[in-house]
T-cell receptor, first 114, second 115 residues
């Protein structure tokens, strides 16, 4: 059973508009969440993270929102640009896990239309 | 340039023929890890290493071996590959063993096909 779920395999957004990527988790022990971005033929690269003590973290055009009661987080990209077209992975971690393991979602492919 | 390198990038092999995928990082990172990525499943951890001579199993270690004889290298060994090990493999490293909160740096991936 997947503990981190990204239910939208793909998302298409007009350039300049807002992109919202969603992620749900089931393990209430998760207390740190990360978003990674992946271009074809490259490895994932870190984008932004959030600790469970916060409900929002912002970095330029990227904002991550965390709703602990709903076990849901979302990544907002405003405005969306063509270079944002990539696969976005959500990952979660529990500080109680002595292995410091990251649990990954299946990814959402974001397509920015010109 | 700080980076994680993997070789080979692409490999087609046959069942049972031992192979090694190399991984090297030049950032002096303590933590290194191997993942496989399969459609609809995201990244799953195979093995990880907290430091030299310290390795441990991840979620899907069956059929794989690793070693960490020096800090920069973390090879992945498939002693007897099988078709269900056809996948995209990523090596990653991180600066601290203390937490996965630290950003992980990924290699470019190795596309393995086992016939």
């Amino acid at each position: 059973d997947q503990q981190v779920k990204q239910n939208s395999p793909s998302l298409s957004v007009q350039e300049g508009r807002i992109s919202i990527l969603n992620c749900d988790y089931t393990n209430s022990m998760f207390d740190y969440f990360l978003w990674y971005k992946k271009y074809p033929a490259e490895g994932p690269t870190f984008l932004i993270s959030i600790s469970s003590i916060k409900d929002k973290n912002e970095d330029g055009r990227f904002t991550v929102f965390l709703n602990k009661s709903a076990k849901h987080l979302s990544l907002h990209i405003v405005p969306s640009q063509p270079g944002d077209s990539a696969v976005y992975f959500c990952a979660a971690s529990a500080s109680s896990d002595s292995n410091y393991q990251l649990i990954w979602g299946a990814g959402t492919k974001l397509i920015i239309k010109p | 340039e700080a980076q994680v390198t993997q070789n080979p990038r692409y490999l087609i092999t046959v069942t049972g023929k031992k192979l090694t995928v190399t991984c090297s990082q030049n950032m002096n990172h303590e933590y290194m890890s191997w993942y496989r990525q399969d459609p609809g499943l995201g990244l799953r951890q195979i093995y990880y290493s907290m430091n030299v001579e310290v390795t441990d199993k991840g979620d899907v270690p069956e059929g794989y071996k690793v070693s960490r004889k020096e800090k920069r290298n973390f090879p992945l060994i498939l002693e007897s590959p099988s078709p269900n090990q056809t996948s995209l493999y990523f090596c990653a490293s991180s600066p601290s063993t203390g937490t996965s909160y630290n950003e992980q740096f990924f290699g470019p991936g190795t596309r393995l096909t086992v016939l």
